[in-house]
Nanobody
């Protein structure tokens, strides 16, 4: 079992940057594919990015490709989401999640979720 705790959210102006962190408990962190999702008010949860167990394979939603970077540190049991060139439409609660499946955008395949961290981008 994996417990996930996100941090790093906040308020930022459009064009700015934030780095989210997700700390995982447990000794088997490196076995898991890790993903980031987000949910804006009144909208469904959507896939943002994922990374395989080693960090060598990453996948991004079209809306964040080129602006966001997912990475992981298996020694620190942490996954990161570096967000640059932020836009007001990036405003959402961001969640990290873990799955034993390969990299996937499908939220239903992720068994473990954090509590979320709010990101607000002002125009």
């Amino acid at each position: 079992q994996v417990q996930l705790v996100e941090s790093g959210g906040g308020l930022v102006q459009a064009g700015g940057s934030l780095r989210l962190s997700c700390a995982a408990s447990g000794r088997t962190f490196s076995r898991y594919t890790m993903g980031w999702f987000r949910q804006a008010p009144g909208k469904e949860r959507e896939f943002v990015a994922s990374t395989n167990w080693s960090g060598g394979s990453t996948t991004y939603a079209d809306s964040v490709e080129g602006r966001f970077t997912i990475s992981r540190d298996n020694v620190k049991n942490t996954v990161y989401l570096q967000m640059n060139s932020l836009k007001p439409e990036d405003t959402a609660v961001y969640y990290c999640a873990a799955t034993l499946y390969g990299s996937t955008w499908d939220a239903r395949r992720y068994a473990y979720w954090g509590q979320g961290t709010q990101v607000t981008v002002s125009s």
